[in-house]
């Protein structure tokens, strides 16, 4: 029983380890997020302001689009590409840190409960064996 609980730390440990780069690998993806926000908000607003006649206002305007949608693009494929590449491993690895720690405990927790039957079933037959014993002294029975 020791040994699993050794091994049950040991997991616990690596299961830390996992989280803790899931959660930077997942920071990093919300900044991501945020980024790829900032641009759609502001491609929306350019879109939304340059309803103008003047061509030359909005050539800029059309520039400016062009520059964001580029932008936009970059951090989609940025985005895709660390769900991809960093996020779904990581996310794994942390399942699995998570089924072997689950693993080892419920192996420990049997391994409990049937200790506990045994020495229950231990405590039952020396009462048995004592209850005898008393009941041979009272009535002064010998056993061979």
Do not use: W
């Not at 997020?33 to 939304?48: K, M, S, W």
């Not at 936009?72 to 660390?82: N, P, V, W």
């Amino acid at each position: 029983m020791k040994n699993l609980r050794r091994v049950i730390r040991a997991l616990e440990l690596e299961r830390a380890r996992e989280s803790e780069q899931f959660r930077a690998v997942d920071a990093r993806r919300a900044e991501l997020e945020r980024e790829l926000d900032r641009v759609d908000d502001g491609l929306r607003r350019l879109e939304a302001s340059c309803r103008v006649e003047d061509l030359g206002v909005r050539v800029i305007a059309d520039a400016a689009a062009k520059r964001l949608q580029e932008a936009q693009d970059e951090l989609s494929s940025r985005l895709d590409h660390l769900d991809r590449e960093e996020v779904e491993p990581a996310r794994a690895r942390l399942v699995e840190a998570n089924v072997r720690v689950s693993t080892v405990e419920l192996l420990v927790e049997r391994r409990s409960e049937a200790a506990k039957k045994v020495q229950a079933q231990q405590q039952q037959q020396s009462l048995d064996e004592f209850g005898a014993q008393k009941y041979c002294a009272s009535n002064r029975i010998v056993s061979n």
